[in-house]
């Protein structure tokens, strides 16, 4: 009886591990608005992986709804590059995009569908796309926008950051794509807008230097999973590039002026790291 409660125990763990949301919360300072009808509240969505809490990923769009963001950002890998449709993502999308901005950056999954020879045969990624747009969401590649809550203007800046930059890249797409590494940000990006509030969405928080050195004030990053396996007082384990103990997993951290906030994401197997949903409350300081 014992080994039966034991194996229903450890079943019941692994589900609630995968399955049940928890919300990182981060109240954040800044002098560059003056949020005179109270803070900037934005949701940061990450690494979903196709995966779909509930049908029509309802249990996701509850909890948006409940938390009530100015926007949304999401920060890559939202699909796997092996998906057909990108449904779980767009169920989100159809729910949410009436009354959220939202705003979207390529992780190395959305390149790797761009350009994978099955998915240039079957168009999906490209109709998965076209199909944000219809939605009205904010597709930032290389490029920015300019947001304005209440009477606050700031600016979100969306990376595109290059597959050479990931643990591997098929040879099949290397002759598809340009695989060259970036040693500036100013390559990709234009200047920042001085003396506004400056977001960067980039899936890779291993750049942190070469956005803190372009000048923004935050950035939001996923892709490590939180490590995919997390303990106490050490943190994540393994990284996708197969690298134990990463030195970005999950948190907030402080790069120079920047502070860089990386969400553990929603999808994928994960053990002691529930999925995430980030929370970035901006209050004047």
């Not at 899936?203 to 000048?215: I, K």
């Amino acid at each position: 009886h014992m080994i039966i409660l034991l194996f229903i125990v450890t079943l019941l763990f692994i589900y609630f591990e995968q399955e049940v949301f928890s919300t990182s919360f981060y109240k954040l300072k800044t002098d560059k608005l003056n949020l005179k009808k109270g803070p900037i509240r934005i949701v940061q969505l990450s690494d979903l992986h196709s995966k779909s809490f509930g049908r029509q990923n309802r249990r996701l769009i509850q909890k948006i709804k409940r938390l009530n963001p100015d926007f949304i950002v999401t920060t890559g890998d939202m699909i796997t590059s092996t998906d057909s449709n990108g449904n779980a993502f767009l169920d989100v999308v159809t729910a949410c995009s009436s009354k959220y901005p939202i705003f979207y950056i390529e992780g190395n999954h959305e390149i790797t569908a761009k350009y994978d020879t099955l998915n240039q045969e079957t168009k999906w990624y490209e109709a998965y796309l076209k199909s944000l747009e219809d939605l009205g969401v904010h597709l930032l590649n290389n490029e920015s926008r300019k947001v304005t809550i209440n009477e606050d203007e700031l600016y979100i800046y969306g990376l595109t950051v290059p597959l050479a930059h990931y643990y591997s890249v098929p040879i099949d797409i290397q002759k598809q794509v340009s695989v060259r590494a970036i040693k500036e940000v100013s390559e990709v990006l234009p200047d920042l807008e001085e003396g506004h509030f400056n977001i960067l969405l980039a899936h890779n928080p291993f750049l942190a230097n070469l956005y803190e050195q372009h000048g923004f004030d935050h950035v939001y990053c996923g892709h490590v999973h939180g490590g995919a396996l997390r303990l106490p007082l050490i943190g994540g384990v393994l990284s996708p590039e197969r690298k134990l103990f990463p030195k970005y997993s999950a948190g907030i951290y402080q790069i120079g002026k920047m502070k860089m906030i990386v969400s553990r994401g929603l999808g994928r197997l994960r053990l002691f790291n529930r999925p995430d949903i980030v929370v970035i409350e901006i209050y004047p300081k």
